[in-house]
């Protein structure tokens, strides 16, 4: 009797795992649930796992924008890109394959370093460019800005041969247009370049005609002036300032820190520390900033100062933006170029077509 019931508990235990595998493994069989529905809708096997999983290329048509980026990258030059690594540390990533997804990115409207190492882990496309490994937003950023910002119209440049090569472009026509476009800085934030230059020019004969006083105080031949007060820059204030401190820890040690001269020479010595110095080497930032503009933004120093075309009131502001020009054949930009003053296309085509000169 004993044997009896095992048997039969056996038997039920054997029959209720057999239900809970065929549950569990139901949506395997696709034949099982279409017995039991009335549609005629194919099946999803979408969580079904494939025995010889396809290559990520098979995938890809042949035509597809991500194929045309490759074959491009990989017909042109890439020595510049690659002297761009110096060595040392741990392996980088492949610099063609970097260079492919920034440029497939940018083609199809993906400029986020973000949202470009998250597209590295989804779409086929980028997933093909990587060999599947995904990249993470730091590493496009560095390379965005260590790597392919110096060696960046050099790729430009090989690009446009290859185009010509191709037979798409053969350079001799050429169509200029631009625009004015708007930058993302306040308008009251504009530093203009004469302005700089009237403020520079009136420190210099400051500082000029105070170091002039000190000499006139001294009887010794090594002046702390220049010669003109265009002269007075940075470095010479600062050496003006190194020898006046000398004077006085000389004073000093003489027990003279308390006559007319070792007064005048810590009111001299306060001043270049306080103003002198520092508002040289803000103006001397600024002429460097410029560049050949006449203006620029403090929150962009790129932009430059223009006025806008007229709004819908016929306003027309004076706001900071770019005058970007595009020289195009073919319906393919063969050059771009941002010029420092806000003239019209026909005025900037020959510095556009100066460009051109640099591709092979």
Known sequence: MAISLLHISHQVLLKRLLTCEYAIMKPFFPQARRQNSDSEAQPCTQHQPMLF???????????????VVDSIVEGMDRSALESAYPGGGASAHDPS???????????????????????????????????????????????????I????????????????????????TYFLDGTKIEANANKFTFVWKKSADRYQEALRRKVHAHLEAIDEMN???DALAPADP???????????????????????EAG???????????????????????RMEK????????????????????????????????NGQLKAGYNVQAG?????????????????????????????????
Not at 57 to 67: D, K, Q, S, Y
Not at 119 to 126: D, E, F, G, I, S
Not at 151 to 171: K, N, P, Q, R
Not at 244 to 250: G, M
Request: proline share 6%; with cysteine; glycine share 4%.
């Open 53 to 67: 999983p396809p290559s990520v290329g098979e995938l890809i048509p042949e035509n597809a924008l991500v194929r």
């Open 97 to 147: 394959m970097m260079l492919k997804v920034v440029l497939f990115c940018y083609a199809s409207g993906i400029y986020s370093s973000r949202k470009i190492a998250a597209a590295t882990r989804m779409p086929v496309n980028l997933m093909w460019l990587t060999g599947m490994r995904p990249l993470d937003h730091n590493t496009v950023n560095r390379f965005r800005s260590e790597r």
């Open 149 to 172: 910002r110096p060696v960046f119209e050099d790729v430009f440049s090989e690009v446009i041969a290859v185009l010509a090569e191709a037979g798409y472009i053969t350079l001799d």
């Open 219 to 221: 009887d010794e031949e």
């Open 230 to 252: 265009s002269e007075v820059d940075v470095d010479a204030i600062r050496g003006a300032a190194d020898r006046i401190n000398a004077r006085l820890k000389a004073k000093r």
């Open 256 to 278: 003279e820190g308390k006559d007319a001269e070792a007064k005048e020479l810590k009111r001299a010595s306060a001043a270049i520390g306080r103003d002198y110095l520092p």
């Open 283 to 314: 103006y001397e930032r600024q002429q460097a900033t410029f560049a050949g503009h006449k203006s620029f933004s403090k929150t962009d120093p790129d932009a430059t100062f223009m006025r806008m075309k007229d709004d819908a009131m016929g």
């Open 328 to 360: 195009t054949e073919n319906q393919f930009i063969v050059d771009t170029s941002a010029p420092a003053t806000p003239r019209a296309p026909s005025r900037t085509a020959s510095t556009s077509r100066k460009g051109l000169a640099a591709c092979p």
